[in-house]
T-cell receptor, first 116, second 113 residues
Framework: AQTVTQSQPEMSVQEAETVTLSCTYD???????LFWYKQPPSRQMILVIR??????QNATENRFSVNFQKAAKSFSLKISDSQLGDTAMYFC?????????????FGKGTKLTVNP | DSGVTQTPKHLITATGQRVTLRCSPR?????VYWYQQSLDQGLQFLIH???????AKGNILERFSAQQFPDLHSELNLSSLELGDSALYFC????????????FGEGSRLTVL
């Protein structure tokens, strides 16, 4: 069974600093997608970044980047120059495809607080 | 704004009652997914519909049912409600059945008293 583990329930960082959120996953598939979603207090689930497993290059979206280690099944999110608006729950997710359907399997989340 | 609309945003009801949550996917999206988010279980996949047909079921209770209509909107019906059904219910949509990225609505907060 595919599982996603986020080992840090809570983290905090000072504004303008860099923080890294950890995620590990377990799968027997060779090609798959990984995602980081952000859920601010407004509770909207917002896609932060995605990574395709067949791509060796780590994905980057402005201040957000990932460190994808396929052999280690690790997918960490780095937030540079943290801003107050980055305060949110962050969920790592793995896309599982089965029988003509797909679903996202989510980790339990990491609550990130950016302090002024 | 993801383009996915969910109603109602908040709902308070009593145990034993039945409620219906509604979702309108993004324009052009054929797939609708339902997720339940509770404090102890995190985000759990409930069910996936593609162009009106059920494609996959997750941890959906027998008291719960869903359908996707010809205009592609979807409804999640929750019956014989229990206290433990209190949660945030998300709908998400995507263009196809296997596309990778899901676009989430703002969720419907259900409180069962």
């Amino acid at each position: 069974a595919q599982t996603v583990t986020q080992s840090q329930p809570e983290m905090s960082v000072q504004e303008a600093e860099t923080v890294t959120l950890s995620c590990t996953y377990d799968t027997s598939e060779s090609n798959y997608y990984l995602f980081w979603y952000k859920q601010p207090p407004s509770r909207q689930m917002i896609l932060v970044i995605r990574q395709e497993a067949y791509k060796q290059q780590n994905a980057t979206e402005n201040r957000f980047s990932v460190n994808f280690q396929k052999a280690a099944k690790s997918f960490s999110l780095k937030i540079s120059d943290s801003q107050l608006g980055d305060t949110a729950m962050y969920f790592c997710a793995f896309r599982r495809t089965q029988g003509g359907s797909e679903k996202l399997v989510f980790g339990k989340g990491t609550k990130l607080t950016v302090n002024p | 704004d993801s383009g996915v609309t969910q109603t109602p945003k908040h709902l308070i009801t009593a145990t034993g009652q039945r409620v219906t949550l509604r979702c309108s996917p993004r324009s052009g999206d054929l797939s609708v997914y339902w997720y339940q988010q509770s404090l102890d279980q995190g985000l759990q996949f409930l069910i996936h519909y593609y162009n009106g047909e059920e494609r996959a079921k997750g941890n959906i209770l027998e008291r719960f049912s869903a359908q996707q209509f010809p205009d592609l909107h979807s409804e999640l019906n929750l019956s014989s409600l229990e206290l433990g059904d209190s949660a945030l219910y998300f709908c998400a949509s995507s263009p196809g059945a296997i596309t990778g990225e899901l676009f989430f609505g703002e969720g419907s907060r259900l409180t069962v008293l």
